[in-house]
């Protein structure tokens, strides 16, 4: 078991026999995260460090977990400081870096240091690649279903495509569950939800965030970083799919995809999803200057169901959203 805090190339951890752990699901995923962001309080974070990177830390220590891969470029610098207390605490810290300038060699020298560090192969990798594709392929698919068919909810869309950061720890098991699931959905009643969203940013710390949403007559269609991790690019070499997964470089590429799906998905507004104390949050500014539809910026700090404001918030946006549609017609 290998826990990784952030999309790493999965291919290199697979082809080592590993069984890759995305900590953050097993974080938010647990009976009480609150209690895992006070435990690293208690621990010594501050109150100003970000709340997924506190529960991490606890989710390590509690679950035993001895290997990390800490994304020390592409991802934000509390991992960097993160991943020095871990390996204090006696894990093994493996850095590994996506290069700001997305050169391909700088990228494929880091995955060919962290196949070294796993001791596999480049076939091995090769094969792997190929054996992920098809299950990507079919999230892809399942994505299509979700803003063209209509016949998935923003939640369910959510769920397959955030667990596609680990596929679970194991692909196979996965591929099983979201072909049972694929198969469901094709006979449902499409759904005719007046309001089109799409989500962007880090996925939410809040629960009952989508069912929320659902329940105003609007539905999440396009889930940014979550369906990056999908990597939806078709046929590619592996350090290509790196390369053009736009989360761990600059906004330009993640820009140009948002705007793709605001006219391919037809968005009536976004939800930017801000983390408390997190650096991303600036990346705000540069949206609201380019994108040209409605956006409601929200703020999680510590996990939790919706709470009042954010929820009042959503319901006006939904409102305005509705009104102006009207207009517009
Ligand atoms: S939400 Fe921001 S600060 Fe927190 S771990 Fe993710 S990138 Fe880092």
Redesign the pocket.
Same mark, same amino acid.
């Given at each position: 078991m290998i826990g990784i805090k952030a999309t790493v190339p999965l291919e290199i951890i697979l082809a080592a026999g590993l069984r890759p752990v995305d900590l953050n699901h097993l974080f938010i995923t647990s009976n009480s995260p609150g209690k895992l962001v006070t435990q690293a309080e208690t621990a010594g974070f501050s109150h100003n460090i970000?709340a997924?990177?506190k529960g991490i830390y606890s989710t390590v220590i509690n679950h035993g977990i001895r290997e990390v891969i800490a994304v020390t470029g592409g991802? &934000?610098s509390?991992?960097i400081a993160l991943g020095e207390v871990l390996e204090r605490r006696g894990v093994r810290v493996i850095p590994f870096e996506y290069p700001l300038d997305r050169s391909r060699e700088t990228l494929q020298a880091q995955m060919e240091s962290l196949r070294k560090e796993l001791s596999t192969t480049w076939h091995e990798i090769e094969g792997m690649g190929s054996r992920l594709e098809s299950i990507r392929a079919k999230l892809k698919r399942l994505d299509q279903l979700t803003y063209a068919k209509n016949v998935v909810t923003g939640l369910e869309n959510h769920q397959f495509l955030v667990s596609s950061s680990d596929f679970n720890g194991n692909p196979d098991l996965f591929e099983k569950d979201l072909e049972q699931f694929l198969a469901k959905v094709q006979d449902r009643t499409p759904r005719t939800d007046e309001i089109r969203l799409g989500y962007l940013g880090?996925p939410p710390i809040f629960t009952q965030f989508y069912e929320f949403i659902e329940s105003l007559d609007a539905r999440v269609v396009f889930n940014e970083v979550q369906r990056q991790f999908s990597m939806p690019f078709g046929q590619v070499d592996i350090v290509e799919q790196y390369l053009q997964y736009t989360y761990p470089y600059d906004i330009g590429t993640r820009l140009r995809d948002i705007k793709e799906a605001i006219n391919g998905r037809q968005l009536d507004g976004l939800i930017h999803y801000t983390?408390t104390? &997190?650096?991303?949050q600036i990346y705000d500014i540069v949206l609201r200057e380019v994108i040209p539809i409605p956006i409601l910026t929200l703020e999680g700090d510590r996990p939790g169901p919706v709470d009042g404001r954010t929820a009042l918030r959503i319901e006006t946006f939904v409102e305005m959203l509705r009104a102006r549609k009207g207009e517009l017609v």
């Open positions: 970000c997924w990177i991802d &934000c509390n991992t880090v983390q104390f &997190c650096y991303r």
